[in-house]
């Protein structure tokens, strides 16, 4: 069965802390993405990456294919991160498995 | 630029009644089309994904339909609500041949009463 864990469930930080979410996934995959979700519902994709590593701003994700494991980084938080982080991955197909998201609260 | 768009933004209905949801993109032509859905607590579910226009594949079994009678339009139907359809409705784009990366609408929020 394929399964994408993500942990912490909850985050909560004070302002200018450096976070890390972390995803971890039982099979190999094609692609893995990082999505952000605000309150109101709305789904932005922050990367999609199958190696290495991206950095957008003070957004850094990067993925360990041999062991199954990718992080999202937020350096110097802001209380605007605060939202639902979700991590998704793909499987040579054009669907995509959710992971249940990490909730992160950032506090001024 | 591609746009996606999803109306209602909110939506309450009681038990027993229908639903349509529409979900359009612009900007692309013959987009892969998908509907998922986010129950409280939980992560999203792909409900439906379509190729093209007519070609609707059904990832779950469940009270809901879905059609493509447009190339850019995405329609999630059901005949009679029931509770366990509240939730949060998102449909999805991808280009076709890229599959991996998909493009969110603004979702729809059912609340079943």
């Known amino acids: ?108 | 630029s591609q746009t996606i768009h999803q109306w209602p933004a909110t939506l309450v209905q009681p038990v027993g009644s229908p639903l349509s949801l529409e979900c359009t993109v612009e900007g692309t032509s013959n987009p892969n089309l998908y509907w998922y859905r986010q129950a409280a607590g939980r992560g999203l579910q792909l409900l439906f994904y379509s190729v093209g226009i007519g070609q609707i594949s059904s990832e779950v079994p469940q009270n809901l339909s879905a059609s493509r009678p447009q190339d850019r339009q995405f329609i999630l139907s059901s005949k009679k609500l029931l509770l366990s359809d509240s939730g949060f409705y998102l449909c999805a784009w991808s280009v076709t041949g890229h599959p991996y990366e998909q493009y969110f609408g603004p979702g729809t929020r059912l609340t079943v009463t």
């Open chain 1, 1 to 108: 069965k394929n399964e994408v864990e993500q942990s912490p469930q909850n985050l909560t930080a004070q302002e200018g802390e450096f976070i890390t979410i972390n995803c971890s996934y039982s099979v190999g995959i094609s692609a893995l993405h990082w999505l952000q979700q605000h309150p109101g519902g709305g789904i932005v994709s922050l990367f999609m990456l199958s190696s290495g590593k991206k950095k957008h701003g003070r957004l850094i994700a990067t993925i360990n294919i041999q062991e199954k494991h990718s992080s999202l980084h937020i350096t110097a938080s802001h209380p605007r991160d605060s939202a639902v982080y979700i991590c998704a991955v793909s499987f040579n197909t054009d669907k995509l498995i959710f992971g249940t998201g990490t909730r992160l609260q950032v506090f001024p």
